[in-house]
């Protein structure tokens, strides 16, 4: 059975660091892409970031140059490293499997795949 698991999210105030991990299970790395997504209150789920099984990694240009993403094939976790945080980064953030591969900076591949209950990220001063 496929399953994700987020957690890392929490309180930063602006300008800080979070790294938020997607725990895997049921399924490998190699063979799936895992991507990252947010929503803020009153606002559409934003695609953030996608790795494929390969390693390529796509992001968001909201995030580009801010945010990177990782995985460690043997803790089968895929991890999402925030800095320079923004007000505007406050959001639920949620991880996603599905396809084998990123579609580039499109995530709809994502969207009847398997997700993670989401994990709070709030900036604030």
């Known amino acids: 059975q496929v399953q994700l698991a987020e957690s890392g999210g929490g309180l930063v105030q602006p300008g800080g660091s979070l790294r938020l991990s997607c725990a895997a299970s049921g399924f490998t790395l190699d063979d799936n892409a895992i991507a990252w997504f947010r929503q803020a209150p009153g606002k559409e789920r934003e695609g953030v970031s996608c790795?494929?099984?390969?390693?390529?990694?796509y992001y968001a240009d909201s995030v580009k140059g801010r945010f990177t993403t990782s995985s460690d094939d043997a803790k089968k976790t895929v991890y999402l490293q925030m800095n320079s945080l923004k007000l505007e980064d406050t959001a639920v953030y949620f991880c996603?499997?599905?396809?084998?591969?990123?579609?580039?900076?499109?995530?709809?591949?994502?969207?009847?795949?398997?997700w993670g209950q989401g994990t709070q990220v709030t900036v604030s001063s």
């Open positions: 790795i494929s099984g390969d390693g390529d990694v």
């Open positions: 996603a499997t599905g396809p084998t591969y990123c579609a580039g900076t499109y995530f709809g591949l994502f969207e009847h795949g398997s």
